[in-house]
């Protein structure tokens, strides 16, 4: 851990095709990044791993893919218009903003805080809206009344959704109606959240525009706490599967009052980043407020009955909460190592194979023989039909492509030489410990896979 800095972190991101600053030709943009070519696999790798785990492999669980734009009046139901916000300074000189918990301690009275910028001092603390604000239709935008169902010509002022969940409660009524499920279930969903953050910081860790694999299960309103501890075993699964350290993680009990509007009972699963000890994962009982919010506002029945038929009840939710972006950045935390090979210093991302974003790396020993360019292309072929994540790569000595190929947390390099054209063995090196062997070539896409 001593070893991983995010500056070494961001370097390799960018010199290796993981992840480029947003707009960067231009200047950039605070707060957004754009995930490169590795970087696209890597993150694909890594929700579908969640989707396997989640929905895929359990029968109580059920994918949607909602709208990021969604009626106004979603958000004013969940909330987040009126308590969706952080505290926010400014300094009275250079009128630079912050959020207040990111300029001293909150212990220490805020005319006594000093701005880090100028040293100037703050102005009172007021609450900032974090929501990103956007116009639907071809008029001035006015108010939320105006959104008409099914006109083209309706205009009000919308949202960029804040989270993923209100898309989820939203078609809780859709979900029940077509496949009837019984309690406990869940509703599952991957997509973008945005939020227009105060002081974006530390890489991919705070950003304003985000992605969210998060899951609403549905449960008996006496069975939460069940649900509860199983699902905070779950994560703890996904944290092994994926490949974050344990070690790394840690549980904090929210306290009252820190708690967001909606949950009873949170638990934040803490990392420990080269900045500090900060969330990675949550887990929260939201209880009925999100369906019972919507049912009010809304006037749709969001109440299931039970398998005896009883009175009809509001189910209470359970909620964990994964960051994509943030996952990546524990993994690459996780898997960065540094260490001696052959006498030389070299560094490499320790990637559980199953989210390496290339999984074999097929090389000629040398790119002016022909034949064994021929060769080289053959089984390159072959390997990648079984297992697609496969790169071709003949730029520089051997020696060379194994450490860029180390870089990037390739488990597996496959370089064909002279012997492959006279027995058809091939070898195989291991990315962590450098050991190569003869492997034959028609054992080699299964043992890959």
């Given amino acids: 851990m001593a070893d991983v800095t995010m500056e070494k972190l961001v370097s390799l991101c960018k010199r290796r095709g993981f992840i480029y600053p947003g707009s960067e030709i231009y200047g950039g943009l605070s707060g957004t990044w754009d995930y490169g070519p590795l970087g696209v696999e890597l993150k694909n790798n890594i929700k579908a791993l969640w989707w396997k785990m989640f929905v ?45 918990d990111q300029v001293g301690d909150l212990s220490t009275p805020l005319e006594a805080r000093k701005c880090p910028e100028c040293g100037g001092a703050f102005g009172d603390v007021r609450q900032f809206n974090m929501m990103f604000k956007t116009q639907i239709g071809a008029t001035p935008a006015r108010t939320t009344d105006n959104v008409q169902s099914g006109g083209d010509d309706a205009s009000a002022t919308t949202y960029l959704r804040p989270e993923t969940a209100g898309g989820i409660f939203v078609n809780f009524k859709n979900v029940v109606d077509s496949f009837h499920p019984k309690l406990p279930f869940g509703i599952a969903q991957i997509g973008k959240a945005f939020r227009n953050e105060i002081a974006p910081r530390d ?10 694999m998060e899951v609403e299960y549905f449960v008996y309103p006496d069975e939460w706490k069940g649900a509860f501890e199983a699902w ?37 699963f803490e990392f420990d980043w080269p900045f500090g000890r900060k969330e990675l994962y949550g887990l929260a009982y939201r209880t009925d407020f999100d369906l019972s919010a919507h049912a009010k506002a809304s006037g749709a029945g969001l109440t299931m009955t039970d398998e005896e038929g009883k009175e009809p009840l509001t189910p209470h939710v359970v909620e964990p909460s994964f960051g994509v972006d ?21 560094t490499y991302l320790k990637f559980n194979p199953a989210v390496a974003p290339v999984k074999a790396a097929v090389f000629p020993l040398l790119k002016n023989k022909p034949q064994l360019v021929e060769k080289a292309r053959e089984v390159y072929a072959l390997i ?25 947390g390739t488990p597996h390099c496959i370089t064909i030489d002279f012997q492959t054209l006279e027995d058809d063995t091939v070898t195989l090196r291991n990315r962590d410990t450098g050991e190569q062997k003869r492997i034959s070539i028609d054992e080699l896409a299964s043992h890959v896979a």
């Fill in 384 to 408: 990648k039909k079984a297992v697609p994540q496969t790169m071709w790569d003949d730029n520089g000595n051997i020696g060379k492509r194994y450490r860029r190929q180390d870089e990037i």
């Fill in 56 to 100: 895929q492999e359990r029968e109580d669980m059920y994918g949607v893919d909602a709208a990021i734009l969604m009626n106004p009046k979603v958000w004013e139901a969940s909330g987040h218009v009126t308590g969706f916000a952080d505290p926010l300074v400014e300094c009275k000189k250079c009128k630079r903003r912050y959020r207040a």
């Fill in 232 to 268: 905070r075993k779950e994560v703890y699964r996904y944290i092994d599967a994926v490949g974050i350290s344990k070690d790394l993680v840690h549980e904090l009990e929210v306290p009252d009052g820190e708690r967001a509007h909606y949950s009873k009972r949170t638990i934040d």
């Fill in 326 to 346: 943030r996952t990546i950045l524990a993994l690459l935390i996780s898997a960065y190592t540094e260490d001696q090979l052959g006498g030389e210093p070299r």
């Fill in 203 to 212: 890489f991919i860790f705070r950003v304003r525009e985000l992605e969210q």
